[in-house]
């Protein structure tokens, strides 16, 4: 129902900035709430950055003030712009979806990587 892409992932010193980017396809868009998440080598899955249909955010607390994670419905795409990065920021960071219609319905994009080393 849903496919995502991410793109914008690369490799940038401490403090730099990255822009990812999550391209939709796929009908109902706006029903879903998106989220960012990332995995580093030998850790779990964490939720970076979330934002429901309606706009509210929410972010991991050690990338507070640092990332902005934001949607464009007309476009059908989520970005989360990555500012100060840091090298424990360096991991696979992956787009998901998750239906507001339908019970744990959610999908998966193939990952972007990320790394942060100077």
């Known amino acids: 129902q849903v496919q995502l892409v991410e793109s914008g992932g690369g490799l940038v010193q401490p403090g730099g900035s990255l822009r990812l980017s999550c391209a939709a396809s796929?009908?109902?868009?706006?029903?879903?709430?998106m989220g960012w998440y990332r995995q580093a080598p030998g850790k779990e899955r964490e939720l970076v950055a979330s934002?429901?249909?309606?706009?509210?955010?929410n972010y991991l607390d050690s990338v507070k003030g640092r990332f902005t994670i934001s949607r464009d419905n007309a476009k059908n795409t989520v970005n989360l712009q990555m500012n100060s990065l840091k090298p424990e920021d360096t991991a696979v960071y992956y787009c998901?979806?998750?239906?507001?219609?339908?019970?744990?319905?959610?999908?998966w994009g193939q990952g972007t990587q990320v790394t942060v080393s100077s």
């Open positions: 998901n979806a998750a239906s507001t219609v339908i019970y744990e319905l959610s999908y």
């Open positions: 796929g009908r109902f868009f706006s029903t879903y709430d």
């Open positions: 934002i429901t249909r309606g706009g509210t955010t």
